[in-house]
């Protein structure tokens, strides 16, 4: 199967922790999405990658969270000094990066809870 | 300023009956729409999606139907099936060119026996 993976899928720690999420998209997708998923909402977006390059950051990405894409492959979003209200899913999801109109497809999520 | 809404929270049919998901849209630069289906503790899969282009789009038992003018989007499943069950989110993109998405808040289907 050569879906978007991501892991891992649950993650439970301590405020003040910091942690790190890793998403693989589709092979040869260009375009890379990381958004967030609180109960009762849809997702939210976060930052988005072009190839390597962060391309656009929500002011929901707050100076504790960084993302990156090294080589235009796989992707990592940290979160420092984890607060209860970090506690979410995070979703990854990608793209051919064709056009502008293109369709998304998610990864399972990391459903991350914060104590 | 929630650019996208579903206004509906919930929505209960009888298997074999018509599902009608509603969504609204405020930004007239949106130009792509898409539906997702969501199962608890999964990410959201793709379902259908339509151009702005176009009003009507159909696969399958699905068919979103675009009313431009109206700001507003529907999704029909005919007939609907319990394993529909799910909760369903409207999404939109095209305000930039990144091509991110703007969710709705999602609705419940539940699809009784």
């Known amino acids: 199967d050569t879906g978007v993976s991501q892991d891992p899928r649950h993650k439970i720690t301590k405020r003040g922790q910091n942690v790190t999420f890793r998403c693989d998209p589709i092979?040869?997708?260009?375009?890379l999405y990381w958004y967030r998923q609180t109960l009762g909402q849809g997702p939210e977006f976060l930052t988005y990658?072009?190839?390597?390059?962060?391309?656009?950051k929500s002011r929901l990405l707050s100076d504790r969270f960084s993302a990156e894409r090294p080589k235009g492959s796989f992707s990592t979003l940290e979160i420092q000094r984890t607060e209860q209200g970090d506690s979410a899913m995070y979703l990854c999801?990608?793209?051919?990066?064709?056009?502008?109109?293109?369709?998304?497809?998610f990864g399972p999520g990391t459903r991350l809870l914060v104590l | 300023d929630q650019q996208v809404k579903q206004n509906s929270p919930s929505l209960s049919v009888q298997e074999g009956r018509i599902s009608i998901l509603n969504c609204d849209y405020t930004?007239?630069?949106?130009?792509?729409f898409l539906w997702y289906k969501k199962y608890p503790a999964e990410g959201p899969t793709f379902l259908i999606s339509?151009?702005?282009?176009?009003d009507k789009n159909e696969d399958g038992r699905f068919t979103v139907f675009l009313n431009k003018s109206a700001k507003h989007l529907s999704l029909h499943i005919v007939p609907s099936q319990p394993g529909d069950s799910a909760v369903y989110f409207c999404?939109?993109?095209?305000?930039?060119?990144?091509?991110?998405?703007?969710f709705g808040q999602g609705t419940t289907l539940q699809v009784k026996p």
């Open positions: 999801a990608s793209s051919p990066g064709q056009g502008a109109a293109e369709t998304q497809y």
């Open positions: 092979s040869e997708h260009n375009r």
């Open positions: 990658f072009q190839n390597e390059a962060q391309l656009e």
């Open positions: 930004n007239s630069m949106f130009d792509y």
């Open positions: 339509i151009s702005s282009i176009k």
């Open positions: 999404a939109a993109s095209g305000s930039g060119n990144t091509g991110k998405l703007i």
